[in-house]
């Protein structure tokens, strides 16, 4: 089984500024995804970022990256430059390679000042 | 314009009804999703679609119903044995493999009173 914790359940931060959401996860197997969500106040999921578990290389997409410490199983985002559009619910995700099913961490909610 | 759509946005039953949510993708993906969302909470799987006429329970699937007749459409039936259904909804499809990302619908929310 597949676990996603996300310990920060709310976090602020000044516009312009970055912000890193944190992200822990536990799997026993040996090949799996990290995926990365944005949820609006409208309630739809926006996708963000994807890292492999095989990949060299931290992922990044525009102003997000995602730092990947296998060692410490932890996947968190970073947010560049903050921008009062960000304020919105974030959700950590894995999906293994056994059976592909996403699995969601409770969400940490931004909060972006200006 | 590819894309998944769900309806209705809004949903009231009383208890004891069963109700069914639509899910539609014009994307070509085969597999599909439904999942639920409680206040403060992440997405829980109810049922997942890897192929047509095919599907498989999620982690929280007592009280729920779904079919995949076809490629494009997968409906959720909310029964009456399912003890807590007030919640959002939300579908999601893609291709199916290791690292696709999973395309949303605009979710449902379903208040039962």
């Known amino acids: ?114 | 314009d590819g894309g998944i759509t769900q309806s209705p946005k809004y949903l009231f039953r009383k208890e004891g009804q069963n109700v069914t949510l639509s899910c539609e993708q014009n994307l070509n993906h085969d597999a599909m999703y439904w999942y639920r969302q409680d206040p403060g909470q992440g997405l829980r799987l109810i049922y997942y679609s890897q192929i047509v006429n095919d599907f498989q329970k999620g982690d929280i699937a007592e009280g729920y119903s779904v079919s995949r007749e076809k490629k494009e459409s997968f409906p959720l039936t909310v029964t009456s044995a399912q003890k807590n259904p007030t919640a959002f909804y939300l579908c999601a499809s893609t291709f199916g493999g290791q690292g696709d990302e999973q395309y949303f619908g605009p979710g449902t929310r379903l208040t039962v009173t």
Do not use: H
């Open chain 1, 1 to 114: 089984a597949q676990k996603i914790t996300q310990t920060q359940p709310g976090m602020f931060v000044q516009e312009k500024e970055a912000v890193t959401l944190d992200c822990t996860y536990d799997t026993s197997d040996p090949s799996y995804g990290l995926f990365w969500y944005k949820q609006p106040s409208s309630g739809e999921m926006i996708f963000l970022i994807y890292q492999g578990s095989y990949d060299q290389q931290n992922a990044t997409e525009g102003r997000y990256s995602l730092n990947f410490q296998k060692a410490r199983k932890s996947a968190n985002l970073v947010i560049s430059a903050s921008q009062l559009g960000d304020s919105a619910m974030y959700f950590c995700a894995t999906d293994p390679s056994s059976n592909y099913k996403l699995t969601f961490g409770k969400g940490t909610l931004l909060t972006v000042n200006p």
